[in-house]
Nanobody, 123 residues
């Protein structure tokens, strides 16, 4: 019904940059917010950044990425981006796209996840 497709992960050296993209498609009525989570081996999934679809585009970041990562979105394309700069080995994880949205014909918000994309920061 709804698909989230991520791209942009890969291997990068410490101090490098990567840009993740996530596009939502399917029977979408409206999107309330989109964001990125990550899960490192042996750790719980954690919020990285989130942005609302309102005109103000309110954002929130994990303390560990503030000043290094920037989340943005293109509402017309139902796409969210995560620009990751000054990457560190501890940023290594599988990054998951998340969308809180209304599906056509449904009146309550539903949470959707992408399949995940691997980000590895290593020299």
């Amino acid at each position: 019904q709804v698909q989230l497709v991520e791209s942009g992960g890969g291997l990068v050296q410490p101090g490098g940059s990567l840009r993740l993209s996530c596009g939502a498609s399917g029977s979408i009525s409206s999107i309330n917010a989109m964001g990125w989570y990550r899960q490192a081996p042996g750790k719980q999934r954690e919020l990285v950044a989130v942005i609302t679809s309102s005109r103000s585009g309110n954002t929130a970041y994990a303390d560990s990425v503030k000043g290094r990562f920037i989340i943005s979105r293109d509402n017309d394309k139902n796409t969210v981006y995560l620009q990751m700069n000054s990457l560190m080995p501890e940023d290594t994880a599988v990054y998951y796209c998340n969308a809180r949205l209304l599906v056509l014909g449904v009146t309550y918000e539903v949470n959707y996840w992408g399949q995940g994309t691997q980000v590895t920061v290593s020299s």
